[in-house]
């Protein structure tokens, strides 16, 4: 009886303790499997168990200082050195070093540590919970070529930093460190390169050994206009600018659209799924030159028709590409001596070509070279130089980015649009390093690069806070 007794009591502890671990088990599972809790745990910091109204709320809970930003957009713009309403802010001059200064106090009032590199890359970051996992990044630029606009880029950089305001001010807590970067001289303006700061963080190591004997138009080396501005001080190597291959988990760039497409559709957001291809060629030709009024037409070797006949020839090899997608533009055409009553001599073209298919973009170079051979002979001038300056490939976004701006404009109630980008941005060259991905937001006629460039504080609010949940989201991945 007494040993009988023993064992019931003893199995019924022993089921007890199963009982209760089991119970424990399932507890522990449920909270660490549960992706809901999961994702309010990294919101908030803090083990939750009994609600996800965190994550719910979050989209209904950012708050956007439409006022602050715009006010600091006016503020940038005044660092320039053409009249309002126009900005020209040119990479390392004083104006450009002023409006640096103020983007670095900003990320600093923003709580973000900052540092740069030796080209002036500017960096902000907020660090994560989880700082060893690869940051999530996003950022512009925040140069300006001659007599254009204050939106164009800026809203990316100083959007991004309210962006980070945003976050914290509805008390989100990030697993990845998020970073802010601005980006040096996207515009080609003074050294001709354009897209300067990210192809150098791409690692793109021609560039770096070409920029050690770059001059612009004053002839003053690209080393020495760095170092007038407090950058690459010690010495000529600008390898330590690249970042490997995953440096970051994630980059994502707002921007305005530059286009009209978003504002004439009614949509507040253009979600990016693949930035074009471009292409820029340098083209020479030389010819006799003459008096205007002494040399008859069938004695001439003009220059500046061979270099019309070109730009035609550009035309006609893009609309037959087939696509709508392929653009070009001869942006540039010079005539020397450049006087009314003689003949030119010499001609130079900058030509532009755009495709978000490489291969097709190829092709129409190669026809345009073709075409600037046939008509060098047939007019008798010599084609002097034609040279591809860059050639570079198409970029795709990340379809996990894709898909985060798309539920984030969801969550918010926006309107959405999948695009492509036929301007290219430093997202181009980013892509190279990290899963890429874009935020557009109508603007003004499209207009872009022009003083009466403008986009409503509508919409900046609503491109902020789309990038907001999305780095939001990234940085929980």
Known sequence: MSLRFCNSHSLYHLLLVLVIFCSI??????????????????????????????????????????????????????????????????????????????????????????????VGNIIGRWIGNEAVLAPVATGSHIDAIPYSGKYDGVVGVLGAIEAINVLKRSGFKP???????????????????????????????????????????????????????????????????????????????????????????????????????????????????GHAGAVLMPNRNDAGLAAAELALAVEKHVLESGSIDTVGTVGILELHPGAINSIPSKSHLEIDTRDIDEKRRNSVIEKIHQSAITIAKNRAVTLSEFKIVNQDPPALSEKSIIEAVEAASKELNLTHKFMISRAYHD???????????????????????KPEEYASGHDMENGVKVLALTLAKLSLQ
């Open 427 to 449: 997202s181009l060259f980013m892509a190279r390093v990290s899963p890429m991905g874009m935020i557009f937001i109508p603007c003004f006629k499209g207009y872009s690069h």
């Open 175 to 289: 697993r990845r460190s998020l970073e802010v970067i601005m980006f040096t001289s996207e515009e080609p303006t003074r050294y001709g390169i354009s897209c300067l700061g990210s192809r150098l963080l791409a690692g793109i190591e021609s560039l770096a050994k070409d920029l050690t004997s770059t001059v612009d138009g004053q002839n003053i080396s690209f080393l020495d206009g760095a170092r007038s501005a407090g950058y690459a001080k010690e010495h000529n190597d600008l390898s330590s600018v690249f970042l490997k291959k995953g440096s970051y988990s994630a980059f994502v760039e707002l921007h305005i659209e530059q286009g009209p497409i978003l504002e004439e559709e009614g949509t507040s957001v253009g979600i990016v799924t693949a930035i074009a291809a471009p292409a820029s060629m340098k083209v020479d030709f030389e010819g006799n030159g």
């Open 25 to 118: 088990s399932a507890i522990y599972a449920k909270a660490n499997e549960d992706p809901t809790i999961r994702t309010m745990e990294a919101f908030s910091g803090y083990p939750i168990h009994e609600s996800n109204s965190f994550v719910t709320n979050l989209a209904s809970s950012l708050s956007v200082d439409t006022e602050t930003l715009q006010k600091r957009i006016d503020e940038l713009s005044t660092f320039s050195d053409t009249p309002a309403p126009s900005v020209t802010r040119v990479l390392y001059t004083e104006n450009d070093v002023l409006a640096r200064s103020y983007i670095k106090n900003l990320m600093g009032l923003s709580g973000l540590s900052v540092r740069e590199d030796a």
